[in-house]
């Protein structure tokens, strides 16, 4: 009887499986006229792969992202890499029209799921033309060995071989690379310039495996993320048909067990209206239980080995805690059940990162006194996860809940780690989510105290500017918040990194407070893991500056030789 009953679970999982390959339109391998068989992340289908191809033409074009431009494709060199033309570079060109310098790294393509490498290229520098007669001096001075094309506001300097990029380039310059012919003639630029170029693209590790595991990579809410159900079905061992709603009893883990059939109906099926956000590991969906309680319930995306690892997790580290601005867990399904679910207390006003830059911001921006108040309960949330020997490991506005009275409540403990007393570090594979993850944690997979620490720093930053961790829309070298913070707090810019909404010009109290969190932040996002403080210390420094006492902070410019900037995070991070 077991057998058959072990049979029949087989058989219906499975089922699932082969039903979802024959709804699929999505193909692994399509035909492209001359180009022969393409694959992923090429697709001839808009909702199928990352790239999408036209080959209904006789020569093909490929868009590397919604809205891009489209390139067409002359050749191709090998699976991810194609010789293409630009036809708004092959325009402009023609007419020597500076419109496509000036118009920057347009000739590159951009995906958020990809980098990309054009060759050959040419590096330009371009160079506003100051008013300033001594800024315009500099710059000539600078660039005295270059030769150089002036239109519109700008001069763009170049040399005819030297393709290597200085660090120190003038503030006010930026760099751009353009597409030029294999063998160019010195002299002038525009002859060198060339609309026909090698393109080659390296998906990011995340989006590889997001469709290794049959699902789709999207970008959203500043990050990466998996959509849609697998289509790989993994099977976790049991003897019996059906799902188990008891583990050992009605509780597990000292709290409640509730049944899966309990959850979908507070659900209403999981109706999609009711999804209140969507991470790496699951969709959260409002829940109203038999009792009246409000709840929030997060529906982990698989049923295998590493969800369930990240399941019992959760549920270890939080029955263990106690604070008024941690999130509480009421209970979870079963680990047998046919999904994993765990019910949180349900926290009705949104996120952090909602109420600083996404829909809630235009509705009523939070004033600076509840900013300060954010920082301080989620500084005393992770001190308190600290002196329990836990690190969260993916601190960041998008985890920090607000509820009624914009008290916080920090959530998601899927990647905390229990830190071991006798270990300076946890080694792990990286993880967490651009723009708030440990530059040193990339480089030597070392997890600590102080990689919570420095994640911290970008919810400060992110406090005070109001601007996302991560924006594809700012300058190359600031997509990262980090970056952009460490780099005006260094020239002692406050004024182009504090939101001026929040009085920074106007309140002499609010200019104390946001440029000295500015400083606590400079501290917290140090390269050096030593140089930054620890939570506690963090949190006393927080404490002192809404009291309006002294914090004897270094001057930030007499200190700068006892800080290091951050080295350039990779893109595949961005």
Not at 353 to 361: C, K, V
Not at 405 to 421: E, I, M, Q, T, Y
Not at 422 to 445: F, L, R, W
Not at 448 to 466: C, M, N, R, W
Request: proline fraction near 5%; include cysteine.
């Amino acid at each position: 009887m077991a057998i058959a009953k072990s049979f029949v679970f087989f058989f219906l999982s499975h089922l699932a499986f082969f039903m979802n390959l024959a709804e699929s339109k999505c193909q692994n391998s399509f035909h492209c006229g001359h180009l022969g068989f393409l694959e992923f992340p090429l697709s001839n289908e808009p909702e199928c792969g990352l790239f999408l191809v036209n080959c209904t033409s006789a020569i093909p074009t490929i868009q590397f992202g919604p809205g891009g431009p489209w390139y067409i494709i002359l050749q191709k060199l090998s699976t991810n890499k194609f010789t293409v033309e630009d036809g708004f570079l092959h325009n402009h060109l023609r007419d020597r029209d500076a419109i496509c310098l000036a118009s920057g790294n347009r000739s590159v393509p951009y995906s958020p799921f990809s980098s990309f490498a054009i060759s050959p290229a040419l590096t330009i520098f371009s160079c506003r033309n100051f008013l300033d007669p001594d800024d315009r001096a500099k710059v000539k001075d600078y660039f005295k060995n270059y030769r150089n094309h002036t239109c519109f506001d700008s001069t763009f300097y170049y040399r005819d071989q030297d393709n290597n990029v200085p660090t120190d380039i003038p503030e006010k310059c930026s760099v751009i690379q353009m597409p030029v012919k294999y063998a160019p003639e010195p002299g002038d630029l525009f002859p060198k310039l060339s609309p026909e170029f090698d393109v080659e693209w390296d998906i990011y590790r995340d989006c590889l495996s997001c469709h290794r595991r049959g699902r789709k990579c999207v970008a959203s809410n500043d990050q990466i993320r998996c959509e849609g159900k697998s289509r790989k079905t993994v099977i976790i061992a049991s003897s019996i048909a059906g799902s188990a709603d008891i583990e050992g009893g009605s509780l597990f883990f000292g709290i409640p067990i509730f049944s899966y059939a309990e959850l979908e109906e507070a659900t209403n099926n999981f109706d999609s209206s009711g999804e209140l956000g969507d991470g790496g590991f699951g969709t959260v969906y409002y829940g109203k239980l038999s009792d009246g309680r409000e709840v929030a319930i997060k529906r982990l995306y698989e049923h295998n080995y590493r969800r369930v690892e990240q399941f019992m997790n959760e549920i270890k580290i939080l029955t263990c805690l106690r604070h008024p601005n941690l999130v509480s867990l009421y209970g979870c399904t079963s680990r047998r059940s046919r999904e994993l679910l765990l019910v949180y207390e349900y926290i009705p006003n949104g996120t952090v990162a909602d109420h600083l830059h996404g829909e809630r911001s235009k509705e009523a921006p939070l004033a600076w006194p509840i900013r300060m108040s954010i920082a301080i309960e989620t500084a005393n949330a992770l001190a308190y996860l600290h002196k329990k020997d836990i690190i969260h490991r993916d601190v960041k506005t998008n985890n920090i809940l607000l509820d009624s009275n914009f008290c916080v409540k920090v959530a998601d403990f899927g990647l905390s780690r229990l830190f071991p007393n006798d270990v300076t570090h946890i080694s792990t594979a990286p993880q967490g989510t651009p723009g708030y993850v440990d530059p040193e944690y990339h480089q030597c997979y070392q997890l600590t105290d102080k990689s919570d620490v420095y994640s911290f720093g970008v919810v400060l930053i992110e406090l005070i500017s109001s601007m996302p961790a991560v924006d594809i829309t700012r300058h190359r070298h600031e997509i990262n918040l980090a970056n952009l913070a460490l780099n005006r707090i260094q020239r002692c810019a406050f004024d182009e990194l504090i939101d001026s909404s929040l009085g920074y010009d106007s309140n002499g109290e609010v200019t104390r407070m946001t440029t000295s969190v500015a400083e606590l932040a400079f501290r917290c996002l140090q390269l050096e893991k030593d140089l930054r403080p620890s939570m506690e210390e963090v949190l006393d420094t927080l404490k002192d500056i809404q009291a309006g006492k002294d914090c004897n902070f270094e001057k930030i410019k007499g200190a700068n030789s006892n800080f290091n900037m951050p080295r350039k995070i990779p893109p595949s991070f961005y």
